[in-house]
């Protein structure tokens, strides 16, 4: 049972131009969702989160859309760099005692120089 | 503000054998959280601990559990081991009050083999 899926297993782009991610869910009683960034054996670097009330958040090069209607969200980063390079993971997290992160399975990001 | 700090970084242990990773979360972050994440089954959630009480569970077996000091700092012990439990083991902690209290920060991992 996927409640929260990323179904592009890897994405390239060219530097300089737009990376855009995405990420489904079914389980409407989510409240929160973040994107984290992972390099291997290394533990997911929080980016950036936005709540359900919510429909976008920015911070810096990267922003967070949410539609609750479709149950889809996506991150954008502009410009691209080759330090965005790695695998992100989209999750989602409901509250008053039910923060646990539910992760989708990933997308490795590519930017091309 | 140091960030969370786990132990060991890998650990080579045989089937059968028990043992016991240590997280240290962030400096006044009272829940921390473990994580597993495989190949095959992606990160998957196994408990969360907030003042030294489990508040939350995954569906993970028995063999998996934790536990929680008064500072905060948690360790999760697996009986037992099996060739499947070979993972990377990774600690979270966020604090709860604020806007911010449903980011989870991570640690770097504990890289488990089992022979």
């Known amino acids: ?113 | 503000k140091a960030g969370v700090t786990q132990t060991p970084r890998y650990l080579i242990k045989t089937r059968g054998q028990q043992v016991t990773l240590s997280c240290s979360p962030i400096s006044g972050h009272r829940s921390v959280s473990w994580y597993q994440q495989t190949p095959g089954q992606g990160l998957q959630f196994l408990f969360e601990y907030f003042s030294e009480t489990q508040r939350n569970k995954g569906n993970f077996p028995g063999r998996f559990s934790g536990r929680q000091f008064s500072n905060s700092r948690s360790e999760m012990n697996v009986s037992t081991l099996e060739l499947g439990d070979s993972a990377l083991y990774l600690c979270a902690s966020r604090g709860l009050a604020g806007s911010a209290k449903n980011i989870q920060y991570f640690g770097a991992g504990t890289r488990l083999s089992v022979l």
């Open chain 1, 1 to 113: 049972d996927q409640q929260v899926k990323q179904n592009s297993p890897s994405l390239s782009v060219q530097e300089g131009r737009i990376s855009i991610l995405n990420c489904d869910y079914t389980n409407s009683m989510f409240d929160y969702f973040l994107w984290y960034k992972k390099y291997p054996a290394e533990g997911p670097t929080f980016l950036i989160s936005i709540s359900s009330i919510k429909d976008k958040n920015e911070d810096g090069r990267f922003t967070v859309f949410l539609n609750k209607s479709a149950k889809h969200l996506s991150l954008h980063i502009v410009p691209s760099q080759p330090g965005d390079s790695a695998v992100y993971f989209c999750a989602a997290s409901g509250d008053f005692g039910n923060e646990k992160l539910t992760f989708g399975t990933g997308t490795r990001l590519t930017i091309i120089p």
